[in-house]
Every structure is written in C-alpha cells, then in structure tokens.
C-alpha cells in the first residue's frame, strides 16, 4: 500500500521538476555567482529569475526587496534582532502566545537579555483581540512580529489590518508567512508589511533555503556581515541550487494556487466531516472558518496523541501531534494550552495538513482507517467506558500528582 | 520518530492485560495529565498468599506509557507483592530493551502504580514526592528538578560539579546552557552570581609542590566526587600513586559498567585541574567486590 503523506505543514516533498531544475547548479552551474568569468555569470542570472519568481508570488514591489537565507527561522531572526540594533531606545516586542518556536524562543532568550515582550493571548478559537493589541502599540515598541498562519491549526491573523496600525502607530511590522506562502494569495506592495518570512520547505522547494522579504526603504542591519552578497544584507556565497529551486517551486505554487484554494480545500474538508461524523469526541481545534485551506486540527478526547501517530504510521499514514509526548516537552502544545482546551483533549491533537499531492482516494483511506485506531486507543484509556466516557471523568479518575 | 525497540513497539500494538478488571483489590493511580501520561493499575492480590493472581492496566498516554504498563502487568503477575515491590523502573526498562531517555518516566510510573496499588491493598496512604522538571541532560536523561536539588543540597556553582554530581552534562555537553541557567538561578538565591568555572588555583608547577601536598589533593579530589558516586550505589577508592599514574578502585555500581570509563575520565580530568598536571587515572580491581553490583536483580 503506498504510504499517504498528510504532514505538509511540517515539510514536503520537492516537486520533481523543481528538483529537475535545481540539479544542473551542481555540476555544470556550479560557478559562484560573484565570478567574473562566465560560469558564475549565468548563475547570477539564474539568481535573478529565482528572485523574480518569488517577488511575483508574494506581490513585492521590487525584486531587491527578497533577500535570500538559509530557512525561515533565519529570516525570523534576522528580522527581529536587525529592528532592535536600529532602534536602541525601543525595549518591547510585541508578539503573539502561539508563534512558533523560532519567534517564541527567540523572544524567552531577549527577555533574559532585558526587553519586554508583549505575548498577545488568543480565545478558544485561537483569535487574538486587536483592541488588546492597539493598547500596547507605543513607541516603546521596537517591532510587532505576528505569524500571518498558524503551523498547527491553520488559523489566520489579521496581520494586513495589524500592520496598517502598527503603521500609524510608528512601530516595524514582521510576519512569519512560513505557512501561508504558496497557499494563500498575498499583494506586500499594497500592505504595511515591512518585513516577512518565507521557509522553501514547506512550498515543495528544499529545506535549508528561505526569504526575507524588507520593504524598500525600512531600516535594517543584517544579521550576517561579510561579503556583499545580497546587496550586503546577507554574506556567505549564495545556495544557487536551491534558490533557483524556490523560485520554480515559486512559480509553480502561484500556478496551482486556484487548485490549492478548491480542489485542496475540498479533500481536506472531506476528510474532517468524514473523521468527525464517525467518531465521538472528537473536535476541530482552531477557526475553521478563518484558516489555510490545507490544515485541519482534530483534537480526540480521551487519549494521547503519539499511539494515534504510531498506529497511522502502522498504516502508512503520516500526520502529526500537539502532545507533550511528540514533542519531547513536558507540556502539550503551547498553541492548544493558550486556546484553553482542556489537557484531556490538548493531548490527543491531531494534525493533518495536505497538499496538491494528496488525492480523494488517499483521503478517504485515511476516514476510514482513523475511527478504529480512536476506538483501539480509547478502550486502553482510563477515562472511557463502555460506549463513551465515564461520566464526571475528572472524579473517575484522580491519578496521584495530577 | 522516536527510536523505540522492537518489544516497545510490540507491547504497544499488542497490549496485555488491557482493560479494567472486575474483580481487583488493589488500585493504584498515579500521573499527571497535564504531562500526557497516566496510568490505572489493578490487581487481583490472593488474600491468604499476597499474590498478585491478576493485574490489569488503563492508560492515558504515549506510546511507551502504554508499553510499559504492559510490560508491568506482564511482569507482576504470579509474584507476591513483596516480590513486586522490588521490582524497578530500570526492570521495566531492560524488559522492553530500554527506553528513551525522554520516556523513562514511563517506567518510573509503572513502578509508582504499583506501589500505589500496593499501598491501596494494605490500607496505606501512598504520597509521591515526585517532581519531574524539564529533560535537560538527554544522554543520562536527567531533568531540571534533579539538577536543582542537587546544586541545592550540595552548594554547586560551577557546570563541572553538576557533571560530578548528577552526571547530567556528562556526556555531548550541548546542554551545558541549560545546566548554566539553573545554576545562575540558584546562585542568585543565595546572593551569589554564577561564573564560568574559576580558573583553578594558581597552581605551583607540580615540581614545587611538596609530595605531601600533592596526595592530599589526590585525596581530596577522590572525597569529593564520592558523594555523586555512592547516590548511583558505587564508590571510587584510591590505591597508589606512581609519578603520573594514579591507582584507584571502582566499586560497586561503578566497576565494569558502561559510566566506568567516563566516570574515570570525569575524576581524571578534575584531578588533573587540582594538579596542573597531566596524570592518568588507572582502575584496577578491587579485593573485595562491594554488595549490590551491576545488575541489582
Ligand atoms: C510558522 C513557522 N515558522 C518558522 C518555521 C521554521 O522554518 P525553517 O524550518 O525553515 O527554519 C516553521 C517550520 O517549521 C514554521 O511552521
């Protein structure tokens, strides 16, 4: 049976003619592109498409505003800390409690180092309150960094409406569009947004190669200094395989991006109603009204997430967990702790996140193989009974250091 | 993926004794939900014998949770409770072909529900002092709290005492941050400021060192690191010194095991900071093997 690959915001797979594209800047193209001679020169060339490609994709108003890193926690740190080097005087980040950890943890260790972050809290559906965030917009605040999608339940931020105010307000504006580029359309030269993030990886491109897109004109300082690579904004010899490879990638996802936002959106909306109409409860996590259209987040009752991922995997199912187990922490999910759902549930998140790749045969395997596996798992649990939970599961059981 | 052997992974999929069982007289309950791991233990305990007749597990976590409640229920069955009570977390471990560092506290909960339940059959009142912190050293899977009780108890300040001490940092080092932070933060609560490890005493080059002051640091070095050392059931002695070879005896839980060498290299490497000298730490055996060796069983 083929394996079914349903972990696409985790990474995914370098479309084959990316890869087919890419290769040659390995063996004939394998000039640097700073060379006078003629092998580096037609690898600078090549750097410009990729450039252009991406610059189309996201809507930027010039092809000098992608600079070109290693991956998105790269972009994500190089903005950060190049808006605190420019404005000494501003000692505050706001941000966000369910970014991923290349803001969140970025942010604990400049905590230690003596700013002050801001971490906007978010309701049951996971939506922040913007009313909360225009309080705290002063000009102490150096730069707001907002994840544009979130990487476990696909829920979207309002960062366009966000940046504007950050805008009049005074204040840099970032965003981690780690996971909305390539699934979602996006016009930069028509928003506030001074900075953004890309990550090739979860666009069919490879890992190791991401963006920093800076609007012409905002301050910055880089992260690297050295060579004048980049326009001087990021040294080390540039990765030109895999540049050239996202700006394929890039194409190709603005290409496919009707089929993203239809076909995509259909079969992952066949396989939440398929999973939610079979099995009991069982929940969306997230605003399902308000989120990328590949991304579902099911939280089941009851049970611990890893056993459903290792009996998935038994069945060649790939897709992933928001349990403290998964993760090797000793906390579920901090985005499902900070939409309060309860640690019976928390645990027992299952995310499952498709692609242009995944077909209706695939998706319906997969509502069909996942009813027992909750069953399997529930009949082990000590909260679950005959046909459902024990009733009050909280007073049925009271493990000792709860 | 975590890295679960063959028998893990079989216990999971094919779990024993899953279920509740009707007719127990023993029940222990012990984990923590907001960690994703818990377990219900019950046994059915011959009133006339104290043996186990029956054992049954529920449980509310991963993998290797489920695994080694299996395992336990497997193992328990047929023994008399005080012959369950000895058997350890480390027993549950080796009988699945060991577990990941990150889920040794699946088997640590096996062996507190059963102590638990051993405790609910004899009418006791089982308390845990059970606080589990952070994973900070993943090679000898040591957490946060373990480390800060340690440097607690035994006024550590420096990275090299922690290694000492509690092993954790022993190993890769890459979590000498993190053993660093804690430090920081318990030094700060008794007023003090954490530093880099002082640079040793300047030391006199070991030529103008008397060879009595030279074996009382030899000494020395051994009394401090025996402490950390009798906590895991081992000890180190010292035998001769022989110009730059230094003669010692590892006992116990120490002697032949995996931790031997790199314990050695530990003490070798503080001994050589207390010299300013380069000597090498050779182990030879002892006489009389101390009790409790390796394999507890
Ligand atoms: C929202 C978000 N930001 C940042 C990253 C990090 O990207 P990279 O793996 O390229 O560093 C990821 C991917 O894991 C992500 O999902």
Redesign the interface.
């Given at each position: 049976m083929n394996p079914i690959y349903l972990d696409n915001n985790a990474t995914t797979r370098v479309d084959p003619s990316v890869v087919e594209v890419m290769l040659p800047f390995f063996t004939e193209q394998f000039g640097n592109p700073s060379s006078m001679h003629s092998f580096g020169n037609k690898v600078g060339l090549a750097l410009k498409k990729a450039r252009q490609q991406v610059q189309a994709l996201i809507g930027a108003e010039h092809d000098s505003e992608i600079i070109f890193t290693s991956c998105g926690t790269e972009s994500d740190s190089t903005a950060i800390l190049s808006a605190l080097k420019v404005q000494p005087e501003r000692k505050e980040i706001i941000t966000t409690a369910v970014e991923h950890p290349a803001i969140l943890t970025l942010c604990q260790t400049l905590e230690k180092d003596g700013y002050t972050v801001h971490y906007l809290k978010v309701d049951g559906k996971g939506r922040l309150d913007l009313d909360e965030y225009a309080k705290l917009l002063t000009d102490k605040v150096a730069i707001v960094s907002v994840m544009w999608a979130n990487n476990e339940t696909g829920t979207l931020f309002p960062v366009e409406k966000m940046a504007e105010m950050a805008n009049a307000a005074g204040v840099m504006f970032h965003t981690d569009a780690v996971q909305i580029v390539g699934k979602l359309p996006m016009d930069l030269k028509s928003s506030k947004i001074d900075m953004l993030s890309i990550s090739g990886h979860k666009l069919h491109a490879p890992k190791g190669i991401g963006v920093l897109y800076l609007r012409r004109g905002a301050r910055f300082r880089p992260l690297l200094r050295g060579g004048h690579q980049e326009r001087g904004r990021r040294a080390g010899t540039e990765n030109s395989a895999s540049i050239v490879a996202l700006g394929a990638a890039c194409e190709q996802a603005l290409e496919h991006m009707a089929y993203e936002n239809t076909e995509v959106r259909a079969l992952r909306d066949r396989l939440e109603k398929g999973i939610l109409a079979q099995v009991p409860n069982a929940f969306v996590t997230g605003d399902p009204d308000n989120r990328l259209p590949n991304t579902c987040n099911i939280a089941f009752e009851y049970i611990e997430g890893e056993g459903i991922l290792l009996l998935l995997n038994k069945q060649g199912i790939a897709a992933s967990s928001g349990s403290a187990c998964t993760s090797g922490s000793l906390e579920p999910s901090h985005v499902m702790r900070a939409m309060g759902i309860p640690y019976t549930a928390a645990h027992g998140t299952v995310r499952f996140s498709l692609s242009r790749y995944n077909t209706e045969e695939e998706i319906d395997r997969v509502i069909a193989a996942v009813p027992p596996i909750i069953a399997q798992l529930r009949k082990l649990s000590p909260y679950w009974g005959e046909n459902g939970p024990v009733t009050d599961p909280a007073q049925a059981f009271a493990p000792v250091y709860a | 993926?975590w890295e679960y052997s063959e028998k893990v992974?079989e216990h999971?999929?094919n779990?024993r004794n899953?279920?509740a069982l009707g007719d127990a007289n023993a029940t222990g309950?012990?984990?923590?939900?907001?960690?994703?791991?818990?377990?219900?233990l019950m046994l059915k305990v011959d009133p006339e014998t104290e043996r186990i007749l029956d054992a049954s597990?529920?449980?509310?976590?991963?993998?290797?949770?489920?695994a080694s409640s299996s395992a336990l229920t497997e193992m328990i069955k047929g023994m008399t409770l005080d012959e369950a009570l000895k058997v350890s977390n480390q027993d549950i471990a080796d009988y699945l072909d060991g577990l990941p560092p990150?889920?040794m506290h699946c088997s640590v909960m096996g062996r507190?529900a059963l102590e638990?339940a051993i405790a609910n059959y004899r009418g006791e009142v089982?308390?845990?002092d059970?606080?589990?912190?952070?994973?900070i050293c993943k090679c000898f899977a040591i957490d946060a709290v373990m480390i800060e009780d340690t440097v607690r108890a035994n006024n550590l300040s420096t990275v090299q005492d922690v290694i000492n001490y509690t092993k954790a940092g022993g190993g890769c080092a890459a979590c000498h941050e993190g053993i660093e932070e804690i430090l920081t933060k318990v030094l700060a609560e008794r007023g003090e400021s954490f530093k880099v490890t002082p640079p040793p005493s300047p030391v006199a080059a070991s030529g103008k060192m008397s060879t009595l002051e030279r074996v009382k640091r030899i000494q020395q070095v051994i009394e401090d690191v025996r402490p950390a050392l009798q906590r895991d059931r081992g000890d180190i002695e010292l035998v001769d010194i022989d110009g730059k070879t230094i003669y010692v005896s590892m006992k116990g839980a120490c002697s032949g095991c995996q931790m031997e060498a790199l314990t050695l290299q530990g003490v070798q490497q503080k001994m050589m900071e207390a010299l300013g000298e380069f000597v090498k730490l050779v182990p030879v055996r002892a006489t009389t093997p101390a009790p409790g060796l390796c394999n507890p069983k």
């Amino acid at each position: 049976m083929n394996p079914i690959y349903l972990d696409n915001n985790a990474t995914t797979r370098v479309d084959p003619s990316v890869v087919e594209v890419m290769l040659p800047f390995f063996t004939e193209q394998f000039g640097n592109p700073s060379s006078m001679h003629s092998f580096g020169n037609k690898v600078g060339l090549a750097l410009k498409k990729a450039r252009q490609q991406v610059q189309a994709l996201i809507g930027a108003e010039h092809d000098s505003e992608i600079i070109f890193t290693s991956c998105g926690t790269e972009s994500d740190s190089t903005a950060i800390l190049s808006a605190l080097k420019v404005q000494p005087e501003r000692k505050e980040i706001i941000t966000t409690a369910v970014e991923h950890p290349a803001i969140l943890t970025l942010c604990q260790t400049l905590e230690k180092d003596g700013y002050t972050v801001h971490y906007l809290k978010v309701d049951g559906k996971g939506r922040l309150d913007l009313d909360e965030y225009a309080k705290l917009l002063t000009d102490k605040v150096a730069i707001v960094s907002v994840m544009w999608a979130n990487n476990e339940t696909g829920t979207l931020f309002p960062v366009e409406k966000m940046a504007e105010m950050a805008n009049a307000a005074g204040v840099m504006f970032h965003t981690d569009a780690v996971q909305i580029v390539g699934k979602l359309p996006m016009d930069l030269k028509s928003s506030k947004i001074d900075m953004l993030s890309i990550s090739g990886h979860k666009l069919h491109a490879p890992k190791g190669i991401g963006v920093l897109y800076l609007r012409r004109g905002a301050r910055f300082r880089p992260l690297l200094r050295g060579g004048h690579q980049e326009r001087g904004r990021r040294a080390g010899t540039e990765n030109s395989a895999s540049i050239v490879a996202l700006g394929a990638a890039c194409e190709q996802a603005l290409e496919h991006m009707a089929y993203e936002n239809t076909e995509v959106r259909a079969l992952r909306d066949r396989l939440e109603k398929g999973i939610l109409a079979q099995v009991p409860n069982a929940f969306v996590t997230g605003d399902p009204d308000n989120r990328l259209p590949n991304t579902c987040n099911i939280a089941f009752e009851y049970i611990e997430g890893e056993g459903i991922l290792l009996l998935l995997n038994k069945q060649g199912i790939a897709a992933s967990s928001g349990s403290a187990c998964t993760s090797g922490s000793l906390e579920p999910s901090h985005v499902m702790r900070a939409m309060g759902i309860p640690y019976t549930a928390a645990h027992g998140t299952v995310r499952f996140s498709l692609s242009r790749y995944n077909t209706e045969e695939e998706i319906d395997r997969v509502i069909a193989a996942v009813p027992p596996i909750i069953a399997q798992l529930r009949k082990l649990s000590p909260y679950w009974g005959e046909n459902g939970p024990v009733t009050d599961p909280a007073q049925a059981f009271a493990p000792v250091y709860a | 993926m975590w890295e679960y052997s063959e028998k893990v992974q079989e216990h999971f999929f094919n779990p024993r004794n899953a279920g509740a069982l009707g007719d127990a007289n023993a029940t222990g309950e012990v984990g923590s939900i907001s960690c994703g791991d818990a377990l219900r233990l019950m046994l059915k305990v011959d009133p006339e014998t104290e043996r186990i007749l029956d054992a049954s597990f529920q449980t509310f976590g991963c993998g290797s949770a489920i695994a080694s409640s299996s395992a336990l229920t497997e193992m328990i069955k047929g023994m008399t409770l005080d012959e369950a009570l000895k058997v350890s977390n480390q027993d549950i471990a080796d009988y699945l072909d060991g577990l990941p560092p990150e889920k040794m506290h699946c088997s640590v909960m096996g062996r507190e529900a059963l102590e638990a339940a051993i405790a609910n059959y004899r009418g006791e009142v089982w308390a845990d002092d059970h606080e589990e912190g952070a994973l900070i050293c993943k090679c000898f899977a040591i957490d946060a709290v373990m480390i800060e009780d340690t440097v607690r108890a035994n006024n550590l300040s420096t990275v090299q005492d922690v290694i000492n001490y509690t092993k954790a940092g022993g190993g890769c080092a890459a979590c000498h941050e993190g053993i660093e932070e804690i430090l920081t933060k318990v030094l700060a609560e008794r007023g003090e400021s954490f530093k880099v490890t002082p640079p040793p005493s300047p030391v006199a080059a070991s030529g103008k060192m008397s060879t009595l002051e030279r074996v009382k640091r030899i000494q020395q070095v051994i009394e401090d690191v025996r402490p950390a050392l009798q906590r895991d059931r081992g000890d180190i002695e010292l035998v001769d010194i022989d110009g730059k070879t230094i003669y010692v005896s590892m006992k116990g839980a120490c002697s032949g095991c995996q931790m031997e060498a790199l314990t050695l290299q530990g003490v070798q490497q503080k001994m050589m900071e207390a010299l300013g000298e380069f000597v090498k730490l050779v182990p030879v055996r002892a006489t009389t093997p101390a009790p409790g060796l390796c394999n507890p069983k």
